[in-house]
């Protein structure tokens, strides 16, 4: 790195004075230069591939419709945003959805704290095997896995097959499926290796001498976990919620393969108004709303919690 | 896209470079036209899934071995209007029936010269005019089917004759409408007696209102026809909108199945192919085309996708009795009683595609 900096200012030069602080400002240079050799390829990425779409979109919500060549310049109209806010069904499927996603995070990260905490207590040294065995899913297709849950939850499905060889039901369940359930169903499945990934960090980095302090100061272990890994696995439960309630919030997928007609979300509407309507403008009106939902959500969330928690 | 432009530049670069090589070697100097098995070149078909196969497109492949062929894959007509509205540099692109007027609007697509298509007159009146806007042939007609109920003749053993049983509450949980505006608008019409390119804002509240009633009974609604396919197979649902490939399809397996024949009349469509306004490789697409309507490709169209094709010598050399049924092909009165789709305007898809998304969205 010294190498690409070949302008260095002599530390002698400088007038702080100071060996330690002459020394420091040196390195301060090859600091910067380090810091924008490894974060302008990232910064360069994120500008082209997400500042730059959103902008594109946000300047689409202001078109009047998809008529003339996009990239002409048209004049900004406030019309898509009116036709929105006349059709109080979409407004009542963001709710729904934030609702729904709010639901789906908070089961993942609570079916995944037992299982982070077995990983991180109880599994010894068994601990990297199961890691593995908890992300071996995503060696396969998201899809292949809804679809897994389709032959899972049908009506000639493994659960309608066994209940019917039991002798517990004569006609299969109908209910199982092509509904909101099996959309969260479905979601909290994907989302549960995703959400104990966080938790596991954070409770792996607790320092077992707190327990045995604990111990020898005669905690009993529902108190050493109600005061001491709880409280210090909080980041990671935090960091493990908006994982899965942000992506959520705008999920498509799930909802189209298993919600049947009437488990769609949000998402579905945005979706829909880019590949089956070919009306970007209101499409990225829809989406400008959501993006704006999200920022207000988060940003409540973090008047409740101290986000700078989850890094440290 | 403009990666994807320099990327065919530096191909073209390359395929220029192969030639001129080749002609530094002693090669004959090219004549004006070369033998079709030495033309080269590359072009790109923006298509449908499934249609990038070279079945599809097996005469140009034989007759022109040494031209490239590209595909891109859109998902619905929306899909592929967006891409090419975005400026898609795909040379050819392949539509249906209601969404052909925006291309000639926007000028997204070149006129056919329909004389240097050999295959040409082959294609019966009715199907060429399809592709005409404005009194011009813009689109060359290719594929087409009819779209009718189908149902699982053991569940529904009296049978359907009205577009009307998709909305029927007797078959609750066990209806599968296909997930699309335009669609919904046109049954509507048909069960209404509507006229379906003059539909009003009244008319069209009210189709949204039959419409959300129907979601109670719809099962799921379907965006492919594998997906149609499956639910009819399982017996989850018994009666669909649905396109003849499916009939055909779960007549061929045994599935216990019938295409009505509804009082109000079955719907036909029809997929052409256009050409974009611009492409440096124009010859060479028709060339592409008039291949497409070939009787080898025509042939795998009806047999591996039970479509219709738009050479008529192929239709006529329909023998297999499955494929007979699904075209209706001994019922000489079929085509009398069928309703094409017409040309949507622009503020018709609007329109019809935001009351659909408020079909999904109503509480």
Excluded at chain 1, 59 to 74: C, E, H, K, N, Y
Excluded at chain 1, 255 to 268: A, E, M, Q
Excluded at chain 2, 30 to 59: N, Q
């Amino acid at each position: 790195m010294t190498s690409s900096t070949p302008t260095l200012p002599s530390p002698k030069s400088n007038s702080f004075g100071g060996g330690i602080l002459k020394g420091w400002k040196g390195r301060g240079w090859d600091r910067r230069a380090t810091f924008w050799l490894i974060y302008l390829p990232p910064l360069f990425c994120l500008f082209v591939f997400l500042v730059m779409p959103v902008l594109l979109m946000a300047a689409f919500s202001f078109r009047p419709d998809m008529r003339g060549d996009l990239f002409r310049t048209w004049i900004p109209t406030l019309d898509q945003y009116a036709s929105l806010v006349a059709t109080g069904s979409y407004w009542r499927l963001l709710g729904i959805s934030t609702l729904t996603a709010l639901g789906i995070a908070i089961s993942a990260v609570l079916l995944a704290y037992p299982l982070a905490y077995f990983l991180a207590f109880y599994a010894g040294a068994r601990a990297g095997f199961y890691l593995i065995l908890l992300l071996v899913p995503f060696w396969t297709s998201y899809l292949l896995r809804i679809m897994a849950w389709k032959i899972l939850l049908g009506t000639e499905g493994v659960i309608n097959s066994f209940l019917i060889y039991a002798g517990l039901i004569q006609e299969p369940l109908t209910a199982l499926l092509y509904n909101r359930t099996a959309v969260v169903l479905t979601l909290v499945y994907v989302w549960l290796p995703f959400a104990a990934l966080p938790i596991l960090a954070a409770l792996q980095r607790i320092d077992p001498a707190l327990f045995e302090a604990a111990a020898d100061l005669g905690a009993r272990p529902a108190y050493q976990f109600a005061r001491i890994t709880l409280p210090l696995s909080l980041p990671g439960v935090f960091a493990a919620f908006f994982m899965v309630f942000i992506p959520t919030i705008g999920e498509y997928v799930t909802p189209l393969l298993v919600g049947g007609s009437r488990g769609f979300l949000y998402g579905n509407i945005i979706q829909d108004f880019f590949t089956k309507a070919a009306n970007w403008p209101l499409g990225s009106a829809l989406s400008m709303i959501m993006l704006a939902a999200t920022l207000i959500l988060v940003v409540l969330a973090t008047r409740l919690i101290d986000l700078r928690q989850l890094f440290e | 896209m403009k990666p994807k432009r320099s990327m065919l530049l530096a191909a073209r670069g390359i395929l220029l470079a192969f030639v001129l090589m080749l002609s530094a070697c002693g090669a004959p100097a090219p004549a004006t036209e070369l033998p079709p098995g030495e033309l080269t070149g590359d072009l790109t078909v923006l298509d449908w899934a499934g249609y990038d196969a070279e079945d599809f497109w097996i005469d140009f492949k034989n007759t022109y071995p040494k031209v490239t062929v590209n595909f891109e894959i859109g998902s619905s007509d929306a899909d592929i209007y967006g891409k090419m509205k975005a400026g898609d540099q795909a040379d050819i692109f392949h539509i249906y029936t209601g969404w052909l007027q925006f291309y000639v609007d926007e000028g997204l697509v070149e006129e056919i010269d329909t004389s240097k298509l050999t295959n040409w007159d082959k294609v019966p009146e009715n199907f060429k005019k399809i592709g005409q806007i404005d009194g011009k042939q813009y689109f060359v007609p290719w594929d087409w089917g009819f779209t009718s109920i189908l149902y699982r003749t053991d569940k529904v053993p009296e049978g359907v004759d009205s577009w009307a049983s998709l909305t029927d509450p007797k078959f609750a949980d066990h209806i599968s409408m296909w997930d699309d505006g335009p669609g919904a608008v046109t049954i509507s019409s048909y069960i209404h007696g509507y006229d379906e390119t003059a539909i009003t804002d009244e008319q069209l509240a009210s189709i949204k209102d039959e419409w959300i009633a129907q979601r109670d009974l719809n099962l799921f609604y379907w965006a492919g026809e594998p997906e149609l396919v499956e639910g009819m197979r399982s017996g989850d649902v018994w009666v669909a909108y649905a396109w003849q490939g499916a009939y055909a399809l779960l007549l061929g397996e045994g599935v216990p199945v019938a295409y009505a024949n509804p009082k109000e009349g079955r719907n036909s469509w029809v997929g052409v192919y256009g050409i974009r306004k611009g492409t440096e490789n124009y010859d060479l697409a028709l060339k592409f085309l008039d291949a497409k309507l070939g009787e080898a490709t025509g042939a795998n169209v009806v047999n591996l996708f039970y479509y219709g094709h738009s050479n008529q010598d192929v239709m006529n050399g329909i023998t297999d009795e499955t494929l007979k049924q699904a075209f209706s092909i001994d019922d000489p009165d079929i085509l009398n009683k069928t309703n094409f789709t017409p040309n949507l305007t622009a503020e018709q898809r609007d329109a019809w595609t935001a009351m659909w998304a408020e079909v999904k969205a109503a509480p």
